[in-house]
């Protein structure tokens, strides 16, 4: 009898185009292995220019670097408040608590699944009774579907609380054409490697003010004071990119449009050959909102159902991923105020991500929808 092993499926596996190794070569030949070099800057400016909107761009070692500076720079720092999406990866969290701060945690609404603004509104109005002002918003893109830009940003003008863009998930999404990224007072990306483009690990950091950036870049690189000796009158850390890994990232960059397309068109896919099940729904793309389509996530009937289609993919060696599990249900974060309505934990129970890589096959689409379907008839 012929024995036949399965071709394993992930989740999101990284990508390579034609230049990456090219440009890492670049890195060896010139001996630039340090950290800094001619790669960050073409990564940079090619992040900038896809990002647009004036952007400037600060290449660091990861996208969770990226949040504890922005919102050092924000100036969060030990007793304060800070309002963070519950609905996210845990790494939209961390870096409050890193600076001695407290996060509180925001449920999401129905439309992008997303910090729910009705909610953030509220928060705010209550921890200002309370006598506390938070001092910042972390809203996330998750899945690469951009939040209520318009919504959130005039929350945030209207009490003058500044916004950490989490938009880790989201390069190549844009809101009302203007790119994910540059849509808060400092964005956050990450190139991690399930992430859309990769440099096996980093992030970068956002902004519209120039002087953000280079403040940035000053907090990443130990805070050297200008002087010829090592002079310090900040705490730094050591957050910047390697030119080695930046040659990745250059790459990548060129072949960021195709990648966006492709997980579009395995989320067309999807939804195209799964729409006869009434039980499988997918997350549409509100007015103004275009995704990258980084994960493809369906929602089942609960639970049962949801767990019944992991086991089965599981089984025929692909990968799927139940959707986050909210930040104010983990038990790190028991402790945790926060504001909630429900939803985040409806979507734990019930939306399971589907394979996604943009190196994915029409076969292996095919098989996955066959399996779907073979669970529920
Ligand atoms: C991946 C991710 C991060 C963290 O980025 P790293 O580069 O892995 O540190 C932050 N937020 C979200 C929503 C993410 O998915």
Same mark, same amino acid.
């Given at each position: 009898?012929?024995?036949?092993?399965?071709?394993?499926?992930?989740?999101?596996?990284?990508?390579?185009?034609?230049?990456?190794?090219?440009?890492?070569?670049?890195?060896?030949?010139?001996?630039?292995?340090?950290?800094?070099?001619?790669?960050?800057?073409?990564?940079?400016?090619?992040?900038?220019?896809?990002?647009?909107?004036?952007?400037?761009?600060?290449?660091?070692?990861?996208?969770?670097? +990226? =949040?504890?500076?922005?919102?050092?720079?924000?100036?969060?720092? #030990?007793? /304060? !408040? $800070?309002?963070?999406? @519950?609905?996210?990866?845990?790494?939209?969290?961390?870096?409050?608590?890193?600076?001695?701060?407290?996060?509180?945690?925001?449920?999401?609404?129905?439309?992008?699944?997303?910090?729910?603004?009705?909610?953030?509104?509220?928060?705010?109005?209550?921890?200002?009774?309370?006598?506390?002002?938070?001092? +910042? =918003?972390?809203?996330?893109?998750?899945?690469?579907?951009?939040? #209520?830009? /318009? !919504? $959130?940003?005039?929350? @945030?003008?209207?009490?003058?609380?500044?916004?950490?863009?989490?938009?880790?998930?989201?390069?190549?999404?844009?809101?009302?054409?203007?790119?994910?990224?540059?849509?808060?007072?400092?964005?956050?990306?990450?190139?991690?490697?399930?992430?859309?483009?990769?440099?096996?690990?980093?992030?970068?950091?956002?902004?519209?003010?120039?002087?953000?950036?280079?403040?940035?870049?000053?907090?990443?690189?130990?805070?050297?004071?200008?002087?010829?000796?090592?002079?310090?009158?900040?705490?730094?850390?050591?957050?910047?990119?390697?030119?080695?890994?930046?040659?990745?990232?250059?790459?990548?960059?060129?072949?960021?449009?195709?990648?966006?397309?492709?997980?579009?068109?395995?989320?067309?896919?999807?939804?195209?050959?799964?729409?006869?099940?009434?039980?499988?729904?997918?997350?549409?793309?509100?007015?103004?909102?275009?995704?990258?389509?980084?994960?493809?996530?369906?929602?089942?009937?609960?639970?049962?159902?949801?767990?019944?289609?992991?086991?089965?993919?599981?089984?025929?060696?692909?990968?799927?991923?139940?959707?986050?599990?909210?930040?104010?249900?983990?038990?790190?974060?028991?402790?945790?105020?926060?504001?909630?309505?429900?939803?985040?934990?409806?979507?734990?129970?019930?939306?399971?991500?589907?394979?996604?890589?943009?190196?994915?096959?029409?076969?292996?689409?095919?098989?996955?929808?066959?399996?779907?379907?073979?669970?529920?008839?």
């Amino acid at each position: 009898m012929e024995t036949t092993v399965l071709k394993k499926i992930w989740l999101s596996p990284p990508h390579m185009g034609n230049n990456e190794e090219a440009y890492v070569k670049e890195a060896f030949d010139s001996n630039w292995i340090a950290p800094l070099g001619p790669n960050v800057h073409y990564f940079e400016t090619a992040i900038e220019e896809f990002v647009g909107n004036n952007a400037h761009t600060a290449c660091l070692s990861s996208g969770t670097a +990226a =949040i504890h500076l922005a919102l050092e720079l924000m100036g969060v720092g #030990k007793g /304060d !408040e $800070v309002l963070c999406q @519950s609905f996210t990866f845990s790494a939209s969290a961390n870096p409050i608590t890193y600076l001695g701060a407290t996060p509180i945690f925001i449920d999401s609404e129905e439309d992008t699944w997303n910090i729910s603004p009705t909610l953030l509104e509220v928060a705010i109005k209550e921890r200002m009774e309370m006598g506390k002002k938070p001092k +910042a =918003i972390v809203a996330v893109h998750l899945y690469g579907m951009p939040y #209520k830009v /318009d !919504e $959130v940003n005039a929350i @945030s003008k209207k009490y003058d609380i500044p916004v950490v863009e989490d938009s880790a998930e989201a390069l190549g999404s844009s809101y009302r054409g203007f790119g994910c990224g540059s849509l808060g007072d400092i964005g956050i990306l990450s190139f991690n490697g399930n992430k859309i483009i990769t440099t096996s690990g980093g992030g970068a950091l956002v902004s519209k003010d120039k002087s953000i950036k280079e403040k940035a870049v000053f907090l990443a690189t130990q805070a050297r004071d200008n002087a010829p000796h090592y002079q310090h009158s900040h705490i730094g850390y050591n957050y910047r990119m390697s030119n080695v890994l930046a040659g990745i990232g250059r790459g990548q960059m060129e072949v960021l449009g195709d990648r966006v397309n492709a997980r579009r068109q395995n989320f067309e896919y999807y939804k195209e050959h799964l729409a006869d099940l009434s039980e499988i729904s997918f997350l549409e793309e509100p007015e103004g909102a275009y995704s990258n389509r980084w994960l493809t996530c369906i929602l089942t009937p609960g639970y049962e159902v949801r767990e019944k289609l992991r086991i089965a993919l599981e089984n025929e060696n692909i990968e799927s991923r139940p959707l986050w599990k909210p930040m104010h249900i983990q038990p790190i974060f028991k402790n945790a105020k926060h504001y909630t309505n429900g939803v985040s934990e409806k979507l734990f129970e019930k939306g399971l991500c589907l394979p996604s890589g943009s190196s994915m096959e029409r076969e292996d689409l095919e098989r996955i929808c066959r399996i779907i379907k073979n669970e529920l008839r």
